[in-house]
Structures are given as C-alpha cells and as structure tokens.
C-alpha cells in the first residue's frame, strides 16, 4: 500500500445529542424511541455495516423467543431464566425486560413485520415463549423506521475507540470503511449497541468457509473492547455460550426441534435424551444438556446425532422449509441440490466454536437497570449488556428503548466537549500505522496463530470445550507474547486495515475472558465454562458475577466478585 494513504485521509468532524454504535436490533429501536420522545434530539448510528442487512438479524429470523403469553407473568419468565443459568442472572435486569416484551414485538409487527396469526388473531406460538415470524426482512423493516424518524445514519464506518476524558465519554472515533475518512463524533451520550463477539475461537470450518459461523462474523467484540480499554466493568465472559446447530450450514435447530415432538437420535438410532439422560430431564432438559448430551453421544461412539425429521408430514416439511427461508436459507438450497428432504433423511447436528455473547448468555457491560454502565455518558443495550441472558431479539429492543429514554433525560445540561488536536491525531496515527508500510504480518497470518491458541488451550472445539488452570496459564502466556505482533500487522487496503482493528478487539475481548475462564474454579454451566479440574458447582463460594476492570494506566486486570442482584 502507498504510504500517501496517510496524507490523502480527510477527518470529518460531526457533533450529535446522542450516538448510537451499531445499527443491530437494539440500536435501531434505540434510535427510533429516541426520535418517538423527542423529534428535536439529534441522534447518530455510526454502523460498519449497513443497518438494512447488519448485525445479527441480516439474513432474517423465523421465531421471536422471548414472548410472554397470556398465562405468563414477568415473574414467571424471570424463574425461567434463572433456572436456566443455575442461579445466576441480574433478575432486575431481566424482569425490565419481560415487562417490556410483548409492546416491544407489538411496535414492531406494526412497523411491518407479519406475525403468524391463528384463525382467531392470536399469534402463534413455536414453544412456550416464542411465536412464529415472516422475518426475513426484519432488518429493512427496522432501517426504514429509523430513516422515516429522521435519525441520521453513518453506514460503513467503523467505531475505533470512544472519545473518553477520564471521567465521561464524549463521542466515538471511526474509519470509514468505503470513503476511507477518520470520523471524530462528540456526543453528550454514547449508546453501545454493537452485539457480541465471534470469531475468537478457531471456526469449525477452514478456508473460504471459516466465516460461516453461528453467530454473524462481523461482530467480533468491537463494543466490549473500546469498554475494557477505558476501564468499563464488565461480567460474566466465562459464560460463554456454545451453539448446537444443524451439522454443515449451522442452521438453528430450535427451527426443527422447539415446540415439536422430534426426537434427538444418535447413529445407532437411540433416542439418547431419554434413554441416557432422564436424569438431567430426558427431552425436556435445558438446552445446554441436549448439547452435552450430544456431545458426550458423539465421545462415546454413538455419534453422529441427528434430528429425526423422518416422520414429518408433506405440509410439515413444507412450513419447516419456509421457516428456514425466513433465517436460513442454505439448508434448504441444501436439501435441493442433494435430492432430499428432512422427511428422507435425518437432520444431522453438532455443536459449534464458542461466542460471547450478552443476548443467550450473559457476558457484557456491567450495567445498572436503567442500562448505564459504570462510565459516565456511557449506557449499553442488546448482546453488549450484560446480566440478562435469553432476551433475544426483543429483549434487545426493550433494552434499546430504556438506555434511550434514560440518555435522552440525562443530556440535558451536558456540553458537547472540546476534544483537542493531539488526541485526534494519536487515535489516527493508531489505526493507520499498519497502513504505512512497517508493518509485515498479514491479519490472516496473526489470527491463525491467535485461534490455535484459543481452540487448543482456552476450551476450543478441538479441546471439547474443556477448561484446566493449566491449559488457561498457557493460553494466557502465549497470548501476552503474540500481543507484541501486533503492532506489525500490514493492511494493504482499506478492508484489510478493517481486520487488523478487529484482530485488535479480539485480543483485548480474548485476555479479559481468559482471566474470567480462570477466576471462577467451577462448572457453572457445562460445555459453556466446563472446568474439568472443578467439575461440580459450588453454590458455597461462587453463587455470584465474575466481573473485571482493566487499568489502561498499569496494564493490569483486576477480577472482582459481585452479589447477586
């Protein structure tokens, strides 16, 4: 790359009430309640992407999954989640967002979204707290309200750190990834809206395909990073979350199995859940046993495990592939090109690399109930936050409209800062070195080297996602000492310069979860934090929040323990 990038790169200067970072699901309705309350606060999303197809939601959903239904009380959904993660979850956190469900999902499907409906007008429901979408278009349905609210939008711009005086945060710094300019926002707010963080484990999957994953790979911890290097606390990364998904296009196989009768079968055509594991609740255990279980059928032999899809009705198979068209259409493009369908052939499933994430599990912001997290002008909605797992998607929508009735109240009075030239040119000069020509590592090249350590010694999926101190000791070595590379990763273009950004979230997201992985000298959650050197629970000692606060002064993390809420 010629080294005139540098001279030929502009800074734009742009000033707003309120920025949202990310343009996913939390922070578009963030933006449009913030328009809804108050047409005359001027509000940003500054997304990578672009919000018509970005976050988590871009190819579309087929289910909402946290619905309250008419028999159900937010008390009800709060046991069920607490249940779920054995004991631990901010239940003040979660009880805000049951409240706030059912309107949340009404004011979407009022925007547009079709919601399946039975012949009386009641939706239909997929299990006890989901009901079935037409959601492949979710996300245009959401971009077009927040262009008709009049919230402006910065689309292809990449947030690189936020703007931070030590005491309050004043705006975020971006890179555009299309016009190649440096943005210097100020803010009165900052919402952090930018999901969860994938891709810091090796991916199932090699070469072309490494980014089909789970969970969206352009969410790679962005949010969390900026947080933990201005000193925000954070909680729970060591709950990590390990998807079970349908083997080969890592399609849900909650599209299949939620709400049916299908049975889970391992190759001998044992339907293992009940036959083995009665005892952690046969077909009706949590979700995380029906992954162990699998995983443990596989270990023994019995593998591989499948979905016995074989008994499906012609209209079943039917409405499950238009379910699928609505999420994931590469199982059915799957299907066809090989000449069968679930009702020939068993849907084979297996688990895949582990995520953080704030939405199904719980690592994220530490935040208050109003979604402040512990940095002044700084709140945190959707996968980001953390303390509340199982909010989904309209979780997420109910904590975007809190965090933005709470900053709306709280910018009046607040001036926009005045940010000096030399911390515009330090940003600046940070994210461009590795487009001056020093550099001479590929990001490519660092991040294999960074997976392998993840995969083999922080609890990949080639170690079966099992923790030892050791093993953590080693990863925590190793990736001190690759951290020193760092600094020559090469970007020859603009997209490049994208991935060495993000291998540098990464790194920051993958120390702070390391250290978590190793503070909490339990099994919580098995497969999730599967801590073989302490495979029980302990109740007695770690019945509370794993949180941390990284000191940028002495490059140190502090692990701390906090009560239940």
Not at 120 to 137: K, P
Not at 300 to 328: F, Q, V
Not at 415 to 427: F, M, Q, T
Not at 438 to 444: F, K, N, T, V, Y
Request: charged share 30%; net charge positive.
């Amino acid at each position: 790359m010629p080294l005139y990038i540098m001279e030929e790169l502009s800074t734009v200067k742009l000033e707003t009430d309120i920025l949202i970072i990310g343009g996913g699901a939390a922070g578009c309705m963030a933006a449009i309640e913030v328009k809804k309350l108050n047409p005359g606060i001027e509000c940003v999303i500054m997304e990578k992407a672009h919000i018509e197809r970005s976050g988590c939601l871009a190819m579309g959903i087929n289910a909402i999954n946290a619905y309250l239904a008419p028999d159900q009380t937010p008390e009800m959904y709060v046991k069920y989640v607490k249940d779920e993660f054995f004991g631990i979850i901010r239940e003040d956190l979660v009880y805000s967002i049951a409240k706030g469900l059912n309107e949340s999902i009404k004011q979407v499907e009022e925007l547009g979204l079709p919601i399946e409906k039975d012949q009386y007008g009641n939706y239909r429901n997929r299990g006890e707290r989901s009901v079935r979408i037409y959601g492949e278009r979710i996300k245009p349905i959401l971009a077009t309200a927040v262009y008709r609210a009049n919230a402006k939008v910065l689309n292809r711009v990449v947030t690189t750190n936020f703007i931070f005086d030590g005491e309050r945060v004043r705006g975020a710094y971006g890179f555009g990834i299309r016009d190649g300019r440096f943005y210097v926002i100020r803010a009165k707010a900052v919402i952090v809206t930018t999901g969860g963080a994938s891709r810091i484990y090796k991916p199932m999957k090699t070469g072309d395909a490494r980014n089909t994953t789970w969970y969206c790979p352009w969410n790679v911890g962005t949010g969390y990073a900026m947080g933990i290097r201005i000193g925000a606390e954070m909680t729970s990364f060591e709950n990590r979350f390990v998807p079970l998904r349908v083997k080969g296009v890592n399609a849900p196989t909650g599209t299949i199995g939620q709400g049916s009768n299908i049975k889970q079968r391992n190759a001998h055509g044992e339907e293992y859940l009940e036959e083995r594991y009665k005892h952690l609740g046969g077909r009706k255990c949590l979700s995380l046993y029906r992954l162990m279980a699998t995983l443990q059928e596989n270990r023994a032999g019995r593998g591989p495990c499948y979905l016995d899809t074989r008994d499906l009705s012609i209209e079943e198979e039917k409405k499950l592939k238009e379910e699928y068209l609505n999420m994931n259409p590469a199982i059915v493009l799957l299907w066809a090109n090989d000449g069968y369908g679930p009702r020939k052939q068993p849907v084979e499933i297996g688990a895949m690399e582990p995520v953080l994430i704030g939405g199904h599990c719980q690592a994220g912001y530490w935040i208050d109930r109003e979604r402040r997290t512990t940095k002044k002008g700084l709140y945190a909605a959707g996968d980001v936050a953390g303390g509340a797992p199982k909010k989904y998607v309209s979780g997420a929508w109910v904590e975007g409209k809190i965090a933005a009735r709470v900053a709306i109240e709280e910018v009046k009075g607040v001036e926009l800062p005045h940010i000096n030239d030399k911390e515009v040119n330090e940003e600046k000069e940070r994210i461009l070195c590795h487009m001056n020509g020093r550099g001479e590592i590929s990001p490519e090249e660092l991040e294999q080297a960074f997976h392998k350590i993840m995969d083999e010694y922080a609890g990949g999926a080639t170690a079966g996602y099992e923790l030892t101190e050791s093993k953590l000791g080693i990863a925590r070595k190793k990736l001190r000492k690759l951290e020193g590379k760092l600094q020559l990763l090469r970007a020859r273009h603009k997209h490049d310069l994208v991935k060495c950004l993000e291998l540098i979230d990464r790194f920051d997201v993958a120390k702070v979860l390391i250290e978590h992985l190793i503070y909490r000298k339990e099994t919580r959650w098995p497969c999730f934090q599967n801590r073989i050197d302490f495979p029980e629970r302990d109740d007695a000692n770690w019945l509370g929040f794993v949180n941390s606060v990284y000191d940028p002064v002495d490059d140190r993390l502090k692990v701390i323990k906090r009560a239940l809420k």
